[in-house]
């Protein structure tokens, strides 16, 4: 079946470092992958997403890596702020035509000042 | 510009009552339309989505049913909610296969 997992609960790190978010993923079949970032008691927000026919997409300090060797996504955020701390999702459009997400358990990102 | 409305944002319910969240997306037509839940600490589950109107779409058995009575309004209902059904739920459209989903606030449920 299909399943998104990501490697790391939780992800503590010093603000002003970069911060790498992982997620494995088990469809061979999708391609179209996406990260959400969720702040407490919100919906997800839409971050950066990639297609399948990419490796790297660059965003305002974000960058989506995809390697579809060993079916892994990661997420760098650059000088990581304390605005960043929240829970990070991965996605992935799955083998459907209907466009619905599946998404991974999610990372907590802690920022310390 | 499109937005997406989801209301109550808390709701507090009894054991047995019945359930209607209203989901209404603006600014978009036909889109695809999906409530997800989400348990504490946990990611989203897909609960239904829709592709049209009266096309709903289930994910997993469950207590709760939904159902799209126009093109941009999503509702999920239940006739006797139970103590499982407490949660976070979240109302999703996106404009066709592979792109992004656009996340409305949230609903916390809790059953009491």
């Known amino acids: 079946g299909e399943s998104v997992g990501l490697h790391l609960p939780t992800l503590s790190v010093q603000e002003g470092d970069n911060s790498i978010i992982n997620c494995a993923y088990s469809?061979?079949?999708?391609?179209?992958f996406i990260w959400y970032k969720q702040e407490s008691g919100k919906g997800p927000q839409f971050i950066i997403d990639?297609?399948?026919?990419?490796d790297k997409r660059q965003g305002q300090r974000v960058t989506v890596l995809l390697n579809k060797t060993v079916k892994h996504l990661s997420l760098q955020i650059a000088a990581t702020q304390p605005g960043d701390s929240a829970v990070y999702f991965c996605?992935?459009?799955?083998?459907?035509?209907?466009?619905?997400?599946?998404f991974g358990q999610g990372t907590t990102l802690q920022v310390k000042p | 510009s499109q937005t997406i409305h989801q209301w109550p944002a808390t709701l507090v319910q009894p054991v047995g009552s019945p359930l209607s969240l209203e989901c209404t997306v603006e600014?978009?037509?036909?889109?695809?339309l999906y409530w997800y839940r989400q348990a504490a600490g946990r990611g989203l589950q897909l609960l239904f989505y829709?592709?049209?109107?009266?096309?709903i779409s289930s994910e997993v058995p469950q207590n709760l049913s939904a159902s799209r009575p126009q093109d941009r309004q999503f509702i999920l209902s239940s006739k006797k909610l139970l103590l499982s059904d407490s949660g976070f739920y979240l109302c999703?459209?996106?404009?066709?296969?592979?792109?992004?989903?656009?996340f409305g606030q949230g609903t916390r449920l809790t059953v009491v």
């Open positions: 999703a459209w996106s404009g066709n296969r592979d792109t992004e989903a656009f």
């Open positions: 469809n061979s079949a999708s391609d179209y």
């Open positions: 990639i297609r399948s026919n990419m």
């Open positions: 996605a992935e459009s799955g083998s459907s035509n209907t466009g619905k997400l599946i």
């Open positions: 600014g978009t037509s036909n889109p695809n």
């Open positions: 829709s592709v049209g109107i009266g096309q």
